[in-house]
């Protein structure tokens, strides 16, 4: 019933054809056709088993075809066998009939290697002999001709050991005159970079002394104009003579005074910094004149980034200075709290 219900089913697909161009398939119609398919795919793989059983069924012409193969290819398993053995027996004599003829064919080529090394033996001596002979006679010859040359040799070299020996007597006094020309002239060298380094020593310590003296004389200059700001600076601050007011010029007097003391100790610490600054300058000094005797001049060492540096501070603090007596200069009552923050802010730098 099944293979009729499916031959009806592909009936009724031949029957209806395929789709035409706009129509559309129902699920339905879709699930059936799959359904179709797939039966149809069921029964043609039960119909392949089943006859491939009956072909296997005991008594069949397929079950006797396949028992004679199978006897057929158990003879020829066993002939195969056969031959292989016969195979291997034949090889394994020729192997022996082959060793045999090596050791066969050796021994016969150790004899004969045996009776060659007899005879070339007997040459050999034979030859030696005759060489030993000819070697005496000729060795004969050669002594008589080695005595004639060693004669010429020796007297060669005799003559060859005056012509040296009188060769390095001149090459001796050439060197040595070459020797002393050339320690004069390093001598000469020698003198006038020492006279250039006495020179320049000389010149550099003009230059030290020249600017020490230029130095003080401005120390100097500035102590004489710190001295006559000290004495004027009871006149910085024009007060009328009022009778409320000399109580607060003098609290004005005593600041003023105060700074006057400030700056004359850091003036006194100035002075103590320039003649710590001269020593140092001075034991500099003297280590560049002992380095500049010991080293060439391209080696010298440049011992002045320290007093570049202190030449600065200096400059800068004299910069400060100015300012504070260009402010006490223009002091009056309502700028003198700016005043103090000038001078407080000076006193943190």
């Excluded at 009806?8 to 699920?27: F, T």
């Excluded at 797939?38 to 028992?67: F, H, I, L, W, Y």
């Excluded at 003649?275 to 060439?296: F, N």
Aim: charged content about 60%; hydrophobic content about 20%.
């Amino acid at each position: 019933m099944q293979r009729e219900f499916l031959q009806g089913s592909a009936y009724r697909r031949r029957q209806n054809g395929p789709l035409k161009m706009g129509e559309m398939m129902d699920m339905n119609t879709r699930q059936r056709l799959i359904e179709d398919e797939r039966d149809e795919e069921v029964v043609k793989d039960r119909d392949d088993v089943q006859a491939v059983s009956r072909m296997k069924e005991p008594g069949t012409a397929a079950c006797r075809n396949e028992e004679e193969e199978a006897a057929d290819r158990k003879e020829e398993e066993a002939a195969r066998k056969r031959e292989e053995e016969e195979a291997a027996h034949k090889r394994e004599e020729e192997e022996a009939a082959r060793k045999r003829e090596k050791e066969e064919a050796a021994r016969k080529r150790e004899e004969e290697e045996a009776a060659h090394k007899r005879e070339e033996e007997a040459v050999r001596r034979r030859k030696e002999e005759e060489a030993a002979r000819k070697r005496e006679k000729e060795e004969a010859a050669h002594k008589r001709e080695e005595e004639a040359a060693r004669k010429r040799e020796e007297e060669e070299a005799a003559r060859k050991r005056e012509e040296e020996e009188a060769a390095r007597k001149r090459e001796k006094e050439e060197a040595a005159r070459k020797r002393e020309e050339e320690e004069a002239a390093h001598k000469r060298e020698e003198e006038a970079v020492r006279r250039r380094k006495e020179e320049e020593a000389v010149r550099r310590k003009e230059e030290k002394i020249a600017e020490h003296g230029k130095k003080a004389e401005e120390e100097r200059q500035e102590e004489r104009r710190e001295d006559s700001e000290e004495k004027a600076v009871h006149n910085v601050i024009p007060f009328e003579e009022e009778p409320g007011k000399k109580q607060q010029k003098r609290k004005l007097e005593g600041a003023a005074l105060d700074r006057c003391k400030e700056r004359k100790k850091a003036r006194n610490s100035k002075r103590r910094l320039k003649t710590k600054e001269k020593k140092r300058e001075k034991s500099q000094q003297s280590k560049e004149e002992k380095l500049s005797l010991e080293q060439p001049e391209e080696e010298q060492p440049d011992g002045k980034r320290k007093v570049e540096n202190q030449t600065k501070k200096q400059e800068d603090n004299d910069k400060h200075y100015k300012q504070a007596v260009e402010v006490l200069s223009r002091l009056t009552p309502k700028n003198l709290k700016k005043l103090d923050r000038f001078l407080d802010t000076r006193n943190r730098k």
